[in-house]
């Protein structure tokens, strides 16, 4: 698996001109699973990343995780992180096959929930509009 997080003041996802998910202070996550992953791996990553302290304390130090700054997690189903690039047109091998992708998705939100945080998502395989305002910026890739 493989997450891009992003610190946010704010972020949202909107699918046919409606929000379906939106979130103030804490993580844009942009999550790909590729074929071979397993439960073990949504585990690990999801737990890595509500641990993951990119927050700065009274000091600006990067040292507050999510829980401290009372922060939500926005998780966007993607693909497209595990493009292969050999040509000028992406090829989508490595990436899972939805059914297998669905539900490593949803144990991933669900393990970030179950951590007591606010999550919400898109839809997966759904055609969005994601924004978001960056933070620092701060943008983390993450692999499990």
């Known amino acids: ?10 972020a949202s996802v909107e699918i046919d001109g409606s ?9 844009l996550v942009l999550l790909g699973i590729r074929n071979g992953d397993t439960e073990s791996d ?19 130090k990067m040292n507050l995780d999510l829980a401290a700054v009372d922060g939500s997690i926005l998780v966007i ?12 047109r992406p090829g989508f091998t490595e990436a899972a096959r939805p059914e297998t992708a669905i539900l490593l998705y949803q144990l991933f939100v669900d393990e970030c929930r179950n951590a007591g945080f606010t999550v919400e998502t898109g839809v ?3 055609d969005m509009a994601v924004s978001s305002v960056n ?10």
Do not use: H, W
Not at 135 to 144: A, C, D, K, L, Q
């Open 77 to 88: 189903s993607q693909f497209t992180l595990y493009a292969d690039m050999k040509s000028r």
């Open 19 to 27: 929000v379906a998910g939106q979130i103030g202070k804490g993580y």
């Open 42 to 60: 949504a585990v690990r990553l999801a737990g890595k990343i509500c641990n993951l302290r990119v927050f700065s304390d009274d000091a600006g």
């Open 135 to 144: 933070n620092g910026p701060v943008t983390i890739v993450m692999e499990s």
């Open 124 to 126: 997966f395989g759904a």
């Open 1 to 10: 698996m493989r997450a891009v997080v992003t610190r946010v003041s704010g």
